[in-house]
């Protein structure tokens, strides 16, 4: 079993910046691919962003050069650094942890957390 928590979310106005970040405990976490997603009222939860056991990231296109997730094995640990963010990425975003980035894309997580709220205004 993995336990995810999130912090870092909050209110933050179009254009600013948040750092997310998701400390896991339980299992081995560096055997997991780790990743972020997200889901708006109304809308159904969506992939963002993952990174594997080795480092390699896959990235939602509205997200792309913009969001970028990092890892601290050692700590346990996954940043999702958010920039120039706009009104249409205000969600409650969640971490999530799988076997691979593939399965993740497809949203075939295997643990969730509970999620933050990230509020971005115009």
């Known amino acids: 079993q993995v336990q995810l928590v999130e912090s870092g979310g909050g209110l933050v106005q179009a254009g600013g910046s948040l750092r997310l970040s998701c400390a896991a405990s339980g299992r081995t976490f560096s055997n997991y691919a780790v990743g972020w997603f997200r889901q708006a009222p109304g809308k159904e939860r969506e992939f963002v962003v993952a990174?594997?056991?080795?480092?390699?990231?896959s990235y939602a296109d509205s997200v792309k050069g913009r969001f970028t997730i990092s890892r601290d094995n050692a700590k346990n640990t996954v940043y999702l650094q958010m920039n120039s963010l706009k009104p249409e990425d205000t969600a409650v975003y969640y971490c999530?942890?799988?076997?691979?980035?593939?399965?993740?894309?497809?949203?075939?997580?295997?643990?969730w957390g509970q999620g933050t709220q990230v509020t971005v205004s115009s």
């Open positions: 990174i594997s056991w080795s480092g390699g990231t």
């Open positions: 999530a942890a799988g076997a691979s980035i593939v399965l993740m894309t497809n949203l075939r997580v295997t643990y």
